[in-house]
Structures are given as structure tokens and as C-alpha cells.
């Protein structure tokens, strides 16, 4: 009777679950790969689904509700390119004008910038990391984060269920005790409330005042930034700004938070302190690493992830890549697009558009190099060029499109970063940003080899097919 009971179960859950795939907006063979396993091999099949299969969860948007407020919309003039206006269409705030930025190109200047930040602050501290180090890097922040507690400024450290495992419990200890608080993103033990095994907050975020922030793609620990150089660290890059956009970001930040805390936290009613901003200027410049502060800078906030009701990123992502005339820059580290990227890629170099794309030459995860063949042949084929560096691990992120817009954020781009992750992106408008990050690349290029990859063996392509598809799980 007992196994009768848990065979009916079984079967009725499985029926439940081949719904739910079917109405998920995935990619064809996504789709029938899990409906194999589901159907095919249930016992197998159900509970990787539900560690691994959710994607768009209705209960992150039902819960989280919509990130911003629809009735902010953009005026003609502060919609430049079809991307831009796609986002807003789908109910992201425009772009804002005004913001003065810092572009950090070096672990060591982002450090100190973060740290002269954090060190600025009167009122609040708020801070969402994928990754605290156990190291000189995350005790420096952890340090800093429960003086500036003691002192009563308010310290929210948002850290993710999985990247901060190590660092969540006894490592944050002191900011607790200091008064800060601390909270876990999505724990990945089931036994958890709001739990997830798959889905990761990938969103690095620092909101100083309301009126100050960092965005980018560097994790707060010694593989990314520090007080001096190592031989280990990876190439990455962060947005340093104060002004309006602090306010979207931060805006995002509360969202995770309250999600997380079951706390509700809101912004202030107007936008505070923007005539006080100069006081962060100084902060968040470094002119001797070649990070200049940039005035009147408009730039545009867009989160994505299982929380966004649609996949907007991917579509301001494409329609970006075929609105561009002239070029399209790309630096990533993990190269692993699904088909209508690769071969939008591939369609605008076959049409004459100047289409790079830099990576690696290895990264930290040989299955994403692997993963990342097909796709960078199926581009070169069509005239696009590839640069590998070979110098050490390039982990920024960084797209640019003609001389109109620049892309900068947490996203790589792959499937997990796109379709899985929760991320943050800055869409950057003004020409001198866009001349800083070109001056930048060109001088990654000169860097790098030139590569054409070739075709492979057959143990070699089953190989990068293999790690192409379970490449979300990466």
C-alpha cells in the first residue's frame, strides 16, 4: 500500500512538473532534455529539476514584487538606442543624467576606492557580494564595515547562500556584534527557508549614503581586489558613481535584502543628498591607476534574473548587437552565448560590422573554455576576431556598441549569467565613458594573441558539446 502511495505520487508529480516546463520560456532542447529525464527516468529526473530546473520562479516575482515603478518612464531624448528603449518598455528606470563616474580597471584601486567609500559614510553602508573572501581583502572590509557600525552608521551586508558558504557564519561575526547586520541570499540546504541550490545572487553591490555605489564584476576578496598586487590576480573592472543611478541600484539592493530578511525597506521619499555627492568624489577617483573621475556622466540601471519577469537583458542584448553599424566589442571571460546570440554575433560580422571578442586565453574553469569552441568557430567563421590573453585571468566584463553605448555590470556572457543568475548591469550613454573603456580594450588587445580556432577532433567536440550543455549548471 505504501509503495502504491509513493508510485502515485511520483507520477502525479511528474505530470505537475512536465507542465511547468512546457510553460517555461526556455530553449528547445532545454526543454526536451528535461522532459526526457522527467518522464523517461522519473527517480532521477524530479528531484534534479527541482535542485537544478527552476528558472523563472513566479514565487521571487509574487514575493519580491516588480523592482521598480512602471510610472518612471523615459522622455524621447533619454531613449538613444532601441535597447534602451526595450528595457524601459519592460520597466526599467531610464537612463540618468548627472553622475559623475570612476572607471577601475585595477584590483588594488578598486580597494582603495571601496575603502575610502565605506570610510565616507554618515548615514548607511549597504553591500551585496557573490563572493567574501576568508582573506586580507574580506577582514580589511569586515573591519572597516564594524568600525563604521560602532560609530552608528547603519551596515547591511547582503551575502550569497553559496559564493560566501565559508564566510557567512563566524567570519561576519564581528560586524554582528557590532551592531551591522548580516543576511544570506538563498541558502542552498533545503531544510532552509527560501532556499535554492541552482539560482545565485551574482550581483556585486555598494550603496554608500543613497547617493554613492560600486558595480562591477569584482568579488570582494584577494582574487579581485586588495590593498597591493598578487601574482593571482584576475583582470577585472568596477564602476565607481555618485548621483541619481545610486538611487536604481540601491533600489535593487533593497529589493534582495527584504527578500532575504523579510525586512521592508524602502528609499527615501526624494532624492537625498545629490548636491552632497562631492564629498565621494574624491573617494572614488584614482587618477594614478588611470580611473579619472568623468563628469555629467548618463548611465541606465538593469537587474536581471529569476526576480525580472522577462528575460530583458538577453533582448536589450540582441537587439544591441543588430541595431550596431560600425562595432561590437566584447570582453568576457567565459564565452558560452546560446544560439540567438551566436548567431546575431555571427550575422552582424558576415554583414561587414567590426566584431571582437576577448577572452582568456585560460580561464578558471577549463569546462567554460571548453564549453566556449563552438560558438567562438562559428563567429570567427564569419569574420569576427578573437583575442586571448594570455597573461592571467580576465575576469571583467564589458561590451561596447559603436560610439553610443557601452555595457559594464556583473553579467558574463554565458547561460548561466543570462538565463539563471540574478545580475546587475550599467548601461553606460555618455562619449567620454565610451572612449575610456575603448582606450582600455585596445590596450587588452595589444596584449593578446590573435587566435582562429580550427576544427577539432571528435573526442574534442563531444567534449566542448558535453560541457556546452551542462554549462548553465556551471
Known amino acids: 500500500m505504501y509503495e502504491h502511495f509513493l508510485t502515485v505520487a511520483g507520477f502525479l508529480l511528474a505530470l505537475l512538473l512536465v507542465a511547468r516546463v512546457l510553460q517555461e520560456k526556455r530553449q528547445p532542447g532545454s526543454t526536451l532534455a528535461w522532459l526526457l529525464a522527467i518522464v523517461l527516468i522519473p527517480y532521477l529526473g524530479v528531484p534534479l529539476y527541482l535542485l537544478l530546473g527552476g528558472r523563472k520562479l513566479n514565487r521571487f516575482i509574487q514575493i519580491k514584487g516588480k523592482l521598480y515603478d512602471e510610472s518612471d518612464t523615459s522622455s524621447p531624448e533619454l531613449a538613444p538606442n532601441a535597447a534602451t528603449r526595450i528595457v524601459i518598455a519592460a520597466g526599467m528606470p531610464p537612463p540618468r543624467k548627472g ?26 553602508i549597504h553591500i551585496s557580494t557573490f563572493i567574501l573572501g576568508r582573506d586580507e581583502t574580506g577582514r580589511a572590509l569586515i573591519e572597516m564595515l564594524s568600525r563604521k557600525a560602532r560609530e552608528g552608521v547603519e551596515v547591511r551586508l547582503l551575502l550569497d547562500g553559496l559564493g560566501c558558504i565559508w564566510s557567512s557564519g563566524r567570519f561576519s561575526q564581528p560586524l554582528r556584534d557590532a551592531g551591522g547586520q548580516v543576511g544570506r541570499f538563498l541558502p542552498v540546504l533545503p531544510l532552509q527557508w527560501r532556499w ?14 543613497h547617493c554613492a555605489a560600486m558595480v562591477g564584476g569584482m568579488n570582494l576578496a584577494t582574487s579581485f581586489m586588495g590593498p597591493t598586487p598578487t601574482r593571482t590576480r ?32 524602502t528609499l527615501p521619499d526624494a532624492d537625498p543628498h545629490l548636491g552632497d555627492t562631492a564629498r565621494f568624489a574624491g573617494a572614488i577617483a584614482a587618477p594614478e591607476a588611470n580611473a579619472p573621475l568623468l563628469e555629467n556622466s548618463t548611465i541606465q540601471v538593469i537587474p536581471s534574473g529569476p526576480d525580472v519577469a522577462e528575460d530583458t537583458f538577453h533582448d ?3 537587439t544591441a548587437i543588430m541595431d550596431a553599424r560600425e562595432r561590437i566589442w566584447v570582453v568576457t571571460p567565459y564565452f558560452v552565448p546560446d544560439e540567438s546570440l551566436t548567431k546575431a554575433l555571427a550575422l552582424k560580422a558576415r554583414a561587414g560590422c567590426d566584431v571582437r571578442v ?20 562559428e563567429i570567427v567563421a564569419a569574420g569576427a576576431t578573437i583575442y586571448a590573453y594570455p597573461s592571467g585571468m580576465v575576469h571583467a566584463k564589458l561590451m561596447i556598441f559603436d560610439a553610443t553605448m557601452a555595457i559594464t555590470g556583473s553579467p558574463n556572457l554565458d547561460m548561466r549569467s543570462i538565463y539563471l543568475n540574478f545580475e546587475i548591469a550599467l548601461f553606460h550613454h555618455s562619449r567620454h565613458e565610451l572612449e575610456a ?8 588587445q595589444r596584449s593578446s594573441h590573435i587566435i582562429k580556432p580550427e576544427l577539432v577532433s571528435k573526442s574534442r567536440a563531444w567534449a566542448e558539446n558535453f560541457c556546452r550543455l551542462i554549462s548553465p549548471l556551471l
Open 196 to 209: 535554492s541550490a541552482n539560482l545565485r545572487n551574482h550581483r556585486k553591490i555598494v550603496v554608500v549614503d
Open 358 to 377: 576577448l577572452v582568456p586565453l585560460r580561464s578558471n574553469h577549463p569546462t567554460a573554455d571548453l564549453a566556449r569552441g563552438p560558438a567562438l568557430r
Open 99 to 124: 553622475n559623475r563616474t570612476a572607471l577601475h580597471h585595477s584590483g588594488e584601486s578598486a580597494f582603495h576606492a571601496l575603502m575610502a567609500l565605506c570610510a565616507s559614510a554618515r548615514e548607511c
Open 437 to 444: 573603456y575603448e582606450s582600455w580594450v585596445r590596450t587588452m
Open 234 to 265: 584576475f583582470i577585472d573592472s568596477a564602476v565607481f558613481l555618485c548621483g541619481r543611478a545610486a538611487a536604481d541600484i540601491e533600489e535593487v539592493f533593497f529589493d534582495d535584502w527584504n527578500y532575504a530578511t523579510h525586512e521592508q525597506l
Open 316 to 318: 536589450a542584448l540582441i
